[in-house]
């Protein structure tokens, strides 16, 4: 039968018009479930009070739950596979940690792909790490951090959250950019490496900004340069790492992903509302007093940041020849 010309054109733009009604509906239709937010650390960590200040203002948002979940172990690895083999429907989402971007090269017998099997939705903050000192180590700024340890080949040690960690390719990092030989000192977890600093057992250690902040404005730890590319507001006379070495920036990014294959009109809804989110000025003093940095949103900047980041850590770790324990 043949249609006439009108009616034949009319049915055309239909069926044409059909896909694009099919992803305003999926998208009106989620979330149809609680979602489930995956931080791959344990409860404590400088990821969890981000998770738990953000998941409530997503769950009014979304109309449904936002559930943090913990799931810890092999470095972020577990939580990590966990939201990999997850179905992709936006039901559940990964909190980006600098941790997967070091994996990617760290682990060579990781049964996923991070940069293939994760879709970044959204940017979220930097969090600075603070290169900072014992008060008996007799150096008071960077570049006499860099005179002393040549001075003392191979007595200025260094502590880390562990072999692979952010603070221990920090440091690593500053031994090439420098070339010094501090020896590394890792601990399970950055909490006892800042104790044992304090206690002077170590004399350097690469912190978050924000686990350290109070030991530096009590005058129990000496800072000597922020990592982060620019000054931060909560130590404004803190001169930056790079002040003293051009070019050396070391921090932690955060952020959001979902299995690949998540449909991209759901991602793009939840970019949306985590954008919103870090514009809340109630969310946003309260990153301030975490000593977090919001950052761009947008997926495609964050996935240049993700790329970026795992380059730069990657070459890191093939240079100094760190392998997982």
Not at 188 to 194: C, E, M, Q, V
Request: glycine share 8%.
């Amino acid at each position: 039968m043949k249609l006439p010309r009108r009616t034949f054109l009319h049915l055309a733009a239909g069926a044409a018009a059909l896909p694009a009604v099919s992803r305003v509906a999926r998208a009106q239709a989620y979330p149809a479930r609680p979602v489930r937010w995956i931080v791959p650390y344990p409860p404590g960590g400088a990821a969890d009070p981000i998770a738990r200040l953000i998941g409530p203002f997503l769950s009014e948002r979304l109309g449904k739950p936002v559930v943090i979940e913990n799931k810890p172990g092999a470095g972020a690895n577990i939580g990590t596979e966990f939201v990999v083999r997850s179905p992709p429907d936006g039901h559940t989402l990964l909190f980006i940690t600098t941790a997967n971007m070091i994996n990617a090269t760290f682990y060579r017998d990781l049964s996923f792909d991070f940069m293939r099997d994760i879709t970044p939705v959204a940017g979220l903050v930097r969090l600075p790490l603070v290169l900072e000192v014992n008060p008996s180590v007799p150096v008071k700024t960077v570049a006499e951090l860099i005179a002393y340890a040549k001075a003392n080949p191979g007595k200025v040690n260094f502590a880390s959250a562990g072999v692979g960690t952010s603070l221990h390719l920090a440091a690593e990092l500053f031994n090439m950019m420098t070339g010094t030989k501090m020896i590394h000192v890792p601990y399970r977890g950055s909490a006892p490496a800042l104790t044992d600093l304090l206690a002077g057992q170590v004399q350097v250690l690469f912190d978050n900004l924000f686990t350290s902040l109070e030991h530096i404005k009590a005058g129990k730890l000496r800072a000597l340069g922020v990592a982060t590319a620019a000054r931060v507001q909560q130590l404004p006379d803190l001169p930056t790492v790079a002040d003293a070495v051009p070019g050396y920036e070391a921090s932690s990014v955060f952020g959001v992903g979902v299995p690949t294959g998540t449909p991209r009109e759901i991602t793009e809804l939840l970019n949306r509302e985590l954008d919103a989110a870090l514009a809340d000025p109630r969310i946003r003093r309260r990153l301030l007093e975490l000593t977090a940095i919001p950052i761009p949103s947008l997926a495609a900047e964050f996935r240049a940041e993700m790329v970026a980041t795992t380059e730069k850590w990657g070459r890191v770790i093939r240079v100094a020849n760190i392998k997982a324990e």
